[in-house]
Protein backbone atom coordinates (compact mmCIF):
# COMPACT_ATOMS: atom_id res chain seq x y z
CA UNK A 1 0.00 0.00 0.00
CA UNK A 2 2.55 2.43 1.21
CA UNK A 3 5.11 3.53 -1.67
CA UNK A 4 8.45 5.06 -0.94
CA UNK A 5 10.12 7.82 -3.77
CA UNK A 6 13.63 6.40 -2.51
CA UNK A 7 17.25 6.64 -3.52
CA UNK A 8 20.63 8.49 -2.52
CA UNK A 9 19.89 11.96 -4.71
CA UNK A 10 23.27 13.42 -4.37
CA UNK A 11 25.83 14.61 -6.60
CA UNK A 12 29.54 13.51 -6.34
CA UNK A 13 32.11 12.54 -8.51
CA UNK A 14 33.55 9.79 -6.06
CA UNK A 15 30.61 7.85 -8.62
CA UNK A 16 33.43 7.76 -11.31
CA UNK A 17 34.97 5.00 -9.04
CA UNK A 18 32.09 2.74 -9.23
CA UNK A 19 32.14 2.42 -13.42
CA UNK A 20 35.87 1.75 -13.45
CA UNK A 21 36.89 -1.25 -15.94
CA UNK A 22 33.68 -0.66 -17.59
CA UNK A 23 33.88 -0.51 -21.06
CA UNK A 24 30.45 0.06 -23.63
CA UNK A 25 31.46 -1.47 -26.69
CA UNK A 26 29.84 0.38 -30.31
CA UNK A 27 26.45 -2.32 -31.05
CA UNK A 28 25.12 -1.43 -34.55
CA UNK A 29 21.69 -0.47 -33.41
CA UNK A 30 21.42 1.97 -35.94
CA UNK A 31 19.21 5.21 -35.04
CA UNK A 32 15.02 5.59 -33.72
CA UNK A 33 12.79 8.32 -33.38
CA UNK A 34 10.94 6.95 -30.37
CA UNK A 35 13.35 7.06 -28.01
CA UNK A 36 14.26 3.49 -28.04
CA UNK A 37 18.11 2.76 -27.00
CA UNK A 38 20.77 3.56 -29.53
CA UNK A 39 24.05 3.24 -29.87
CA UNK A 40 25.97 5.42 -32.25
CA UNK A 41 28.69 5.09 -34.48
CA UNK A 42 31.37 6.93 -32.10
CA UNK A 43 30.30 4.37 -28.83
CA UNK A 44 28.19 6.32 -27.56
CA UNK A 45 25.37 4.12 -26.02
CA UNK A 46 21.44 6.08 -25.33
CA UNK A 47 18.97 4.62 -23.29
CA UNK A 48 15.80 5.41 -21.74
CA UNK A 49 14.79 4.92 -17.98
CA UNK A 50 12.15 6.15 -16.16
CA UNK A 51 11.31 7.21 -12.82
CA UNK A 52 11.85 10.90 -13.47
CA UNK A 53 9.56 12.97 -10.99
CA UNK A 54 6.81 15.01 -12.39
CA UNK A 55 6.59 18.82 -12.30
CA UNK A 56 4.87 19.15 -9.32
CA UNK A 57 7.17 17.45 -7.49
CA UNK A 58 9.67 20.06 -8.75
CA UNK A 59 12.40 19.52 -5.70
CA UNK A 60 12.71 16.02 -6.75
CA UNK A 61 12.79 16.50 -10.73
CA UNK A 62 15.69 19.03 -10.41
CA UNK A 63 17.96 16.41 -8.08
CA UNK A 64 17.29 13.88 -10.95
CA UNK A 65 17.76 15.87 -13.78
CA UNK A 66 21.39 17.43 -11.81
CA UNK A 67 21.96 13.54 -11.38
CA UNK A 68 21.49 12.93 -15.12
CA UNK A 69 24.13 15.76 -15.88
CA UNK A 70 25.96 14.36 -13.14
CA UNK A 71 25.89 10.90 -14.95
CA UNK A 72 26.64 12.38 -18.16
CA UNK A 73 29.62 13.97 -17.49
CA UNK A 74 31.35 10.89 -15.69
CA UNK A 75 29.90 8.80 -18.49
CA UNK A 76 30.90 10.69 -21.91
CA UNK A 77 29.73 7.57 -23.34
CA UNK A 78 26.03 7.02 -21.79
CA UNK A 79 23.08 9.01 -22.97
CA UNK A 80 20.02 9.21 -20.29
CA UNK A 81 17.01 9.85 -21.85
CA UNK A 82 14.77 9.91 -18.88
CA UNK A 83 10.92 9.56 -18.84
CA UNK A 84 8.30 10.11 -16.10
CA UNK A 85 6.54 7.66 -13.91
CA UNK A 86 6.92 4.08 -13.41
CA UNK A 87 5.62 0.42 -14.63
CA UNK A 88 2.18 0.21 -15.34
CA UNK A 89 1.15 -3.77 -15.17
CA UNK A 90 -1.93 -2.45 -17.42
CA UNK A 91 -0.04 -1.39 -20.31
CA UNK A 92 3.55 -3.43 -19.92
CA UNK A 93 2.83 -6.20 -22.53
CA UNK A 94 1.68 -3.75 -24.56
CA UNK A 95 4.59 -1.27 -24.59
CA UNK A 96 7.02 -4.38 -24.50
CA UNK A 97 5.41 -5.95 -27.70
CA UNK A 98 5.76 -2.04 -29.35
CA UNK A 99 8.84 -1.53 -28.89
CA UNK A 100 8.23 1.54 -26.43
CA UNK A 101 9.31 0.00 -23.03
CA UNK A 102 11.80 1.88 -21.48
CA UNK A 103 15.73 0.34 -21.39
CA UNK A 104 15.27 0.23 -17.93
CA UNK A 105 12.11 0.82 -16.12
CA UNK A 106 10.91 0.97 -12.32
CA UNK A 107 8.75 -2.11 -10.68
CA UNK A 108 7.18 -2.07 -7.09
CA UNK A 109 8.27 -5.82 -5.22
CA UNK A 110 5.08 -7.36 -6.24
CA UNK A 111 6.13 -7.22 -10.15
CA UNK A 112 9.34 -9.09 -10.51
CA UNK A 113 8.56 -12.47 -10.17
CA UNK A 114 5.95 -12.32 -12.69
CA UNK A 115 7.82 -10.72 -15.17
CA UNK A 116 10.95 -13.48 -14.67
CA UNK A 117 8.57 -16.08 -15.02
CA UNK A 118 6.93 -14.60 -18.42
CA UNK A 119 10.54 -13.90 -19.44
CA UNK A 120 9.64 -10.23 -19.72
CA UNK A 121 12.89 -8.72 -18.37
CA UNK A 122 16.65 -9.23 -18.86
CA UNK A 123 19.03 -11.38 -16.64
CA UNK A 124 21.76 -8.97 -16.17
CA UNK A 125 23.82 -11.76 -13.97
CA UNK A 126 26.82 -11.55 -16.23
CA UNK A 127 27.37 -8.57 -15.77
CA UNK A 128 27.39 -7.53 -12.06
CA UNK A 129 30.74 -8.61 -11.60
CA UNK A 130 31.70 -4.99 -13.04
CA UNK A 131 29.59 -3.57 -10.06
CA UNK A 132 31.17 -4.70 -6.57
CA UNK A 133 28.84 -2.06 -4.98
CA UNK A 134 25.79 -4.20 -5.44
CA UNK A 135 27.22 -6.61 -2.79
CA UNK A 136 26.21 -3.93 0.12
CA UNK A 137 22.68 -4.17 -0.97
CA UNK A 138 20.61 -6.34 1.77
CA UNK A 139 20.83 -9.95 0.23
CA UNK A 140 16.88 -10.48 1.01
CA UNK A 141 15.96 -7.05 -1.25
CA UNK A 142 18.15 -8.33 -4.12
CA UNK A 143 16.72 -11.46 -3.74
CA UNK A 144 13.31 -9.82 -4.71
CA UNK A 145 14.96 -9.52 -8.39
CA UNK A 146 16.01 -12.89 -8.32
CA UNK A 147 14.82 -16.18 -9.55
CA UNK A 148 15.19 -19.47 -7.98
CA UNK A 149 18.46 -20.58 -9.60
CA UNK A 150 19.53 -16.92 -8.38
CA UNK A 151 20.02 -15.32 -11.98
CA UNK A 152 19.40 -11.52 -11.12
CA UNK A 153 16.80 -9.22 -13.60
CA UNK A 154 16.78 -5.89 -10.98
CA UNK A 155 17.97 -3.99 -8.53
CA UNK A 156 15.80 -2.66 -5.65
CA UNK A 157 15.86 1.00 -5.33
CA UNK A 158 13.81 1.52 -2.06
CA UNK A 159 12.40 -0.27 0.36
CA UNK A 160 9.71 -0.30 3.60
CA UNK A 161 8.61 -2.81 6.34
CA UNK A 162 5.70 -2.59 8.64
CA UNK A 163 6.19 -1.81 12.43
CA UNK A 164 4.47 -0.23 15.19
CA UNK A 165 3.88 3.66 15.02
CA UNK A 166 3.26 4.85 19.06
CA UNK A 167 2.51 8.19 20.71
CA UNK A 168 5.09 8.40 23.20
CA UNK A 169 3.35 10.93 25.40
CA UNK A 170 0.43 9.11 25.85
CA UNK A 171 2.70 5.95 26.57
CA UNK A 172 4.25 8.59 29.49
CA UNK A 173 0.89 9.41 30.58
CA UNK A 174 -0.12 6.10 31.05
CA UNK A 175 2.28 4.93 33.20
CA UNK A 176 4.28 3.34 30.27
CA UNK A 177 8.34 3.13 29.27
CA UNK A 178 8.26 4.87 25.56
CA UNK A 179 11.38 3.28 25.15
CA UNK A 180 10.16 -0.19 25.00
CA UNK A 181 6.82 -0.96 22.69
CA UNK A 182 4.98 -3.80 23.00
CA UNK A 183 6.68 -6.77 21.05
CA UNK A 184 4.01 -9.01 21.72
CA UNK A 185 -0.04 -8.92 20.77
CA UNK A 186 -0.66 -9.82 24.41
CA UNK A 187 1.27 -6.67 24.97
CA UNK A 188 -0.22 -4.40 22.51
CA UNK A 189 -3.88 -5.99 24.51
CA UNK A 190 -2.66 -4.62 27.80
CA UNK A 191 -0.64 -1.35 26.90
CA UNK A 192 -3.79 -0.39 24.63
CA UNK A 193 -6.35 -0.72 27.70
CA UNK A 194 -3.92 1.53 29.79
CA UNK A 195 -3.78 4.37 26.97
CA UNK A 196 -7.32 3.88 26.59
CA UNK A 197 -8.02 4.53 30.31
CA UNK A 198 -6.66 7.82 29.80
CA UNK A 199 -9.88 8.91 28.52
CA UNK A 200 -10.56 12.10 26.67
CA UNK A 201 -11.54 9.81 23.32
CA UNK A 202 -8.22 8.19 23.15
CA UNK A 203 -8.26 4.95 21.55
CA UNK A 204 -5.00 2.38 22.57
CA UNK A 205 -4.95 0.91 19.27
CA UNK A 206 -6.33 1.65 15.63
CA UNK A 207 -6.88 -0.53 12.82
CA UNK A 208 -8.23 -0.22 9.33
CA UNK A 209 -11.15 -1.81 7.82
CA UNK A 210 -11.91 0.65 4.60
CA UNK A 211 -10.94 0.93 1.39
CA UNK A 212 -8.77 -1.76 0.92
CA UNK A 213 -6.56 -0.87 4.11
CA UNK A 214 -8.40 -3.35 6.15
CA UNK A 215 -7.00 -6.27 3.99
CA UNK A 216 -3.87 -4.79 4.13
CA UNK A 217 -3.15 -4.56 8.17
CA UNK A 218 -5.16 -8.36 7.78
CA UNK A 219 -2.78 -9.16 6.26
CA UNK A 220 0.68 -7.18 8.00
CA UNK A 221 -0.87 -9.45 11.38
CA UNK A 222 -1.20 -12.87 9.66
CA UNK A 223 2.76 -12.21 8.87
CA UNK A 224 3.39 -11.05 12.38
CA UNK A 225 2.21 -14.30 13.41
CA UNK A 226 3.85 -16.33 11.06
CA UNK A 227 0.90 -17.40 9.15
CA UNK A 228 -0.18 -15.80 5.27
CA UNK A 229 -2.98 -15.26 2.97
CA UNK A 230 -2.01 -16.69 0.20
CA UNK A 231 0.08 -19.96 -0.61
CA UNK A 232 1.73 -21.41 -3.71
CA UNK A 233 1.57 -25.10 -3.99
CA UNK A 234 4.71 -27.08 -6.27
CA UNK A 235 2.83 -26.62 -9.49
CA UNK A 236 2.36 -23.10 -9.45
CA UNK A 237 -1.23 -22.60 -7.98
CA UNK A 238 -2.45 -20.12 -5.77
CA UNK A 239 -5.12 -20.46 -2.86
CA UNK A 240 -6.07 -18.78 0.19
CA UNK A 241 -4.40 -19.17 3.89
CA UNK A 242 -6.19 -17.75 6.19
CA UNK A 243 -8.84 -19.77 7.21
CA UNK A 244 -7.09 -21.34 10.06
CA UNK A 245 -5.80 -20.67 13.61
CA UNK A 246 -3.78 -17.91 12.81
CA UNK A 247 -6.75 -16.15 11.10
CA UNK A 248 -8.93 -16.71 13.92
CA UNK A 249 -6.12 -15.42 16.40
CA UNK A 250 -5.75 -12.15 14.49
CA UNK A 251 -9.57 -11.60 14.79
CA UNK A 252 -10.31 -13.07 17.91
CA UNK A 253 -7.98 -9.92 19.18
CA UNK A 254 -9.15 -7.50 16.93
CA UNK A 255 -12.99 -8.86 18.48
CA UNK A 256 -12.01 -8.41 22.12
CA UNK A 257 -10.08 -5.12 22.37
CA UNK A 258 -13.27 -3.80 20.47
CA UNK A 259 -16.13 -5.25 22.73
CA UNK A 260 -14.53 -6.83 25.51
CA UNK A 261 -11.66 -4.23 26.41
CA UNK A 262 -12.99 -0.97 24.80
CA UNK A 263 -9.69 -0.03 23.88
CA UNK A 264 -9.99 0.58 20.23
CA UNK A 265 -12.93 3.32 20.47
CA UNK A 266 -15.91 3.80 19.19
CA UNK A 267 -15.46 4.96 15.89
CA UNK A 268 -14.50 2.37 13.01
CA UNK A 269 -14.64 2.13 9.17
CA UNK A 270 -11.51 3.88 9.41
CA UNK A 271 -9.24 4.39 6.32
CA UNK A 272 -5.45 5.29 5.65
CA UNK A 273 -5.97 9.21 7.01
CA UNK A 274 -7.66 8.40 9.37
CA UNK A 275 -5.41 6.76 12.34
CA UNK A 276 -2.72 9.53 11.13
CA UNK A 277 -4.98 12.71 11.89
CA UNK A 278 -6.09 10.91 15.25
CA UNK A 279 -2.34 10.34 15.90
CA UNK A 280 -1.56 13.87 15.21
CA UNK A 281 -4.44 14.46 17.35
CA UNK A 282 -2.83 12.96 20.29
CA UNK A 283 -6.01 10.61 20.40
CA UNK A 284 -4.52 7.01 19.63
CA UNK A 285 -1.68 5.18 21.49
CA UNK A 286 -0.32 2.89 18.68
CA UNK A 287 -1.04 1.39 15.05
CA UNK A 288 0.45 -0.64 12.35
CA UNK A 289 1.77 1.41 9.96
CA UNK A 290 5.39 1.95 7.64
CA UNK A 291 7.90 4.75 8.67
CA UNK A 292 6.98 6.99 6.45
CA UNK A 293 3.48 7.46 8.10
CA UNK A 294 5.76 9.99 11.14
CA UNK A 295 6.45 12.89 8.55
CA UNK A 296 2.93 13.15 7.19
CA UNK A 297 1.55 13.32 10.95
CA UNK A 298 4.10 15.78 11.73
CA UNK A 299 3.91 17.98 8.21
CA UNK A 300 -0.15 17.28 7.79
CA UNK A 301 -1.65 16.50 10.61
CA UNK A 302 0.22 18.89 13.40
CA UNK A 303 1.65 16.19 15.20
CA UNK A 304 4.80 16.83 17.08
CA UNK A 305 7.78 14.49 16.28
CA UNK A 306 9.17 14.05 19.37
CA UNK A 307 6.05 12.31 20.65
CA UNK A 308 6.20 9.49 17.78
CA UNK A 309 7.68 6.42 18.42
CA UNK A 310 8.38 3.39 15.90
CA UNK A 311 8.72 -0.11 17.42
CA UNK A 312 8.89 -3.50 15.72
CA UNK A 313 5.90 -5.60 14.06
CA UNK A 314 4.32 -7.46 17.57
CA UNK A 315 4.91 -11.01 17.28
CA UNK A 316 7.75 -10.49 15.48
CA UNK A 317 7.54 -13.50 13.41
CA UNK A 318 7.34 -11.68 10.04
CA UNK A 319 6.84 -8.43 8.40
CA UNK A 320 4.78 -7.07 5.35
CA UNK A 321 7.62 -5.31 3.46
CA UNK A 322 7.46 -3.36 0.08
CA UNK A 323 9.59 -1.06 -1.80
CA UNK A 324 10.67 -0.75 -5.73
CA UNK A 325 13.61 -1.19 -7.99
CA UNK A 326 14.44 -1.06 -11.81
CA UNK A 327 14.10 -4.12 -14.13
CA UNK A 328 15.93 -4.52 -17.66
CA UNK A 329 13.91 -4.73 -20.74
CA UNK A 330 14.35 -8.17 -22.34
CA UNK A 331 15.18 -6.93 -25.24
CA UNK A 332 18.40 -5.00 -24.64
CA UNK A 333 21.70 -5.45 -25.99
CA UNK A 334 24.57 -6.34 -23.69
CA UNK A 335 26.21 -2.43 -23.93
CA UNK A 336 22.60 -1.69 -23.03
CA UNK A 337 22.53 -3.65 -19.99
CA UNK A 338 25.98 -2.41 -19.08
CA UNK A 339 24.86 1.10 -19.20
CA UNK A 340 21.67 1.04 -16.97
CA UNK A 341 23.58 -0.86 -14.36
CA UNK A 342 26.18 1.84 -14.47
CA UNK A 343 23.06 4.49 -14.53
CA UNK A 344 21.38 2.32 -11.52
CA UNK A 345 24.35 2.13 -9.32
CA UNK A 346 25.28 5.76 -9.49
CA UNK A 347 21.61 6.97 -9.15
CA UNK A 348 20.22 4.85 -6.65
CA UNK A 349 22.79 1.82 -5.45
CA UNK A 350 25.54 4.25 -4.49
CA UNK A 351 26.81 3.19 -1.22
CA UNK A 352 29.89 6.22 -1.53
CA UNK A 353 26.64 8.86 -2.16
CA UNK A 354 24.99 8.08 0.83
CA UNK A 355 26.10 10.68 3.15
CA UNK A 356 25.80 13.54 0.23
CA UNK A 357 22.22 11.96 -0.31
CA UNK A 358 21.29 12.63 3.42
CA UNK A 359 22.94 16.10 3.20
CA UNK A 360 20.70 17.02 -0.02
CA UNK A 361 17.43 15.52 1.69
CA UNK A 362 18.50 17.85 5.09
CA UNK A 363 19.22 20.81 2.82
CA UNK A 364 16.00 20.31 1.46
CA UNK A 365 14.01 19.95 4.63
CA UNK A 366 13.20 16.12 3.50
CA UNK A 367 12.53 14.16 6.31
CA UNK A 368 15.70 12.66 7.91
CA UNK A 369 16.51 10.04 10.32
CA UNK A 370 13.40 7.50 9.63
CA UNK A 371 15.11 4.09 9.58
CA UNK A 372 13.69 3.01 5.99
CA UNK A 373 14.26 3.44 3.21
CA UNK A 374 17.72 1.58 3.95
CA UNK A 375 18.97 -0.88 1.30
CA UNK A 376 22.29 -1.46 2.84
CA UNK A 377 24.13 -3.66 4.99
CA UNK A 378 28.23 -4.04 5.96
CA UNK A 379 29.82 -0.17 5.76
CA UNK A 380 27.43 1.28 3.84
CA UNK A 381 24.49 0.88 6.43
CA UNK A 382 27.11 2.61 8.79
CA UNK A 383 28.15 5.05 6.23
CA UNK A 384 24.21 5.85 6.53
CA UNK A 385 23.43 5.44 10.27
CA UNK A 386 26.49 7.92 10.59
CA UNK A 387 25.30 10.36 8.03
CA UNK A 388 21.42 10.10 9.63
CA UNK A 389 23.15 10.78 12.94
CA UNK A 390 24.81 14.04 11.51
CA UNK A 391 21.73 15.30 9.80
CA UNK A 392 18.51 14.05 11.13
CA UNK A 393 15.94 16.59 11.80
CA UNK A 394 13.43 13.79 12.87
CA UNK A 395 14.32 12.01 16.42
CA UNK A 396 16.37 8.92 15.23
CA UNK A 397 16.76 7.66 18.59
CA UNK A 398 12.75 6.79 18.67
CA UNK A 399 13.10 4.42 15.98
CA UNK A 400 16.15 2.26 17.42
CA UNK A 401 14.14 -0.61 18.85
CA UNK A 402 12.58 -0.87 15.30
CA UNK A 403 16.31 -0.82 14.04
CA UNK A 404 17.24 -3.31 15.78
CA UNK A 405 14.67 -6.24 15.48
CA UNK A 406 14.63 -5.41 11.82
CA UNK A 407 17.62 -7.97 10.89
CA UNK A 408 16.06 -10.79 12.88
CA UNK A 409 12.45 -10.33 11.42
CA UNK A 410 11.81 -12.31 7.96
CA UNK A 411 9.91 -10.17 5.34
CA UNK A 412 7.13 -11.35 3.05
CA UNK A 413 5.74 -9.42 0.43
CA UNK A 414 2.09 -9.04 -0.41
CA UNK A 415 -0.19 -11.68 -2.40
CA UNK A 416 -0.74 -11.56 -5.89
CA UNK A 417 -3.62 -9.85 -6.91
CA UNK A 418 -3.14 -7.83 -3.26
CA UNK A 419 -5.97 -5.09 -3.88
CA UNK A 420 -8.37 -7.41 -4.69
CA UNK A 421 -7.69 -9.72 -1.87
CA UNK A 422 -7.84 -6.71 0.29
CA UNK A 423 -10.80 -5.37 -0.79
CA UNK A 424 -12.90 -8.75 0.13
CA UNK A 425 -10.46 -9.22 3.58
CA UNK A 426 -11.70 -5.44 4.23
CA UNK A 427 -15.25 -6.52 4.99
CA UNK A 428 -14.33 -9.03 7.54
CA UNK A 429 -11.83 -6.35 9.21
CA UNK A 430 -15.38 -4.16 9.28
CA UNK A 431 -17.31 -7.06 10.41
CA UNK A 432 -15.27 -7.80 13.55
CA UNK A 433 -14.75 -4.03 14.45
CA UNK A 434 -18.61 -3.17 13.51
CA UNK A 435 -20.57 -5.85 14.46
CA UNK A 436 -19.96 -7.75 18.12
CA UNK A 437 -21.81 -10.96 17.44
CA UNK A 438 -20.06 -11.38 14.51
CA UNK A 439 -19.08 -15.07 13.25
CA UNK A 440 -15.28 -15.48 12.95
CA UNK A 441 -15.56 -19.09 11.33
CA UNK A 442 -18.28 -17.84 9.18
CA UNK A 443 -16.47 -14.50 8.01
CA UNK A 444 -13.12 -16.47 7.02
CA UNK A 445 -14.76 -19.48 5.61
CA UNK A 446 -16.30 -16.88 3.36
CA UNK A 447 -13.89 -14.72 2.50
CA UNK A 448 -11.63 -17.60 1.40
CA UNK A 449 -14.14 -18.82 -1.09
CA UNK A 450 -13.95 -15.40 -2.60
CA UNK A 451 -10.38 -14.96 -2.40
CA UNK A 452 -9.69 -18.20 -4.15
CA UNK A 453 -12.01 -17.42 -6.96
CA UNK A 454 -9.87 -14.28 -7.20
CA UNK A 455 -6.18 -16.28 -6.77
CA UNK A 456 -7.50 -18.72 -9.69
CA UNK A 457 -6.85 -16.20 -12.50
CA UNK A 458 -3.01 -15.70 -11.40
CA UNK A 459 -0.57 -16.83 -14.14
Known amino acids: MTHHRTGSRSRTALAALLAAGITLTA ?22 VNDEPPATDPVHRKNFLADVAEFEKLHPKIKIVPHEGQMDPQTFSAKLAGGQLENVFYVYF ?29 PELLKVF ?13 NYSMGLVYNRKLFTQAGLDPDNPPTTWDQVRTDA ?23 WHFTAEMYSRGGDVAKQDAGGRWTADFDNATGRAVLQQLHDMRWTDNSMGQRQLLE ?25 IVGQYKGVATDFGLGPIPGGQGTLAGGGGFMFN ?51 AQTRADAVKAN ?14 SATIPLHLEPPNAQ ?18 ADIDTLLSTATTQVNSILATVK
Not at 147 to 158: A, F, I, M, N, W
Not at 420 to 437: F, G, P, R
Open 27 to 48: AACGSSSDGKATSSADGVVTIT
Open 110 to 138: TDPAGLIAKHQAADVTPYLDGFPQIKQVK
Open 146 to 158: QDTQGHTYGLPEG
Open 193 to 215: QKIAALGHGIAGYGDYSKSNTGG
Open 272 to 296: WADLLQMMGAGKLGMYVATSDNIPT
Open 330 to 380: PKDTPEQIKAGLAWLTFKYDNPDRIALGVQRDAQAKLPVGLPEPNLWTGTA
Open 392 to 405: ANLPAANYQKFVDA
Open 420 to 437: QIYAVLDTVMAQILTNKD
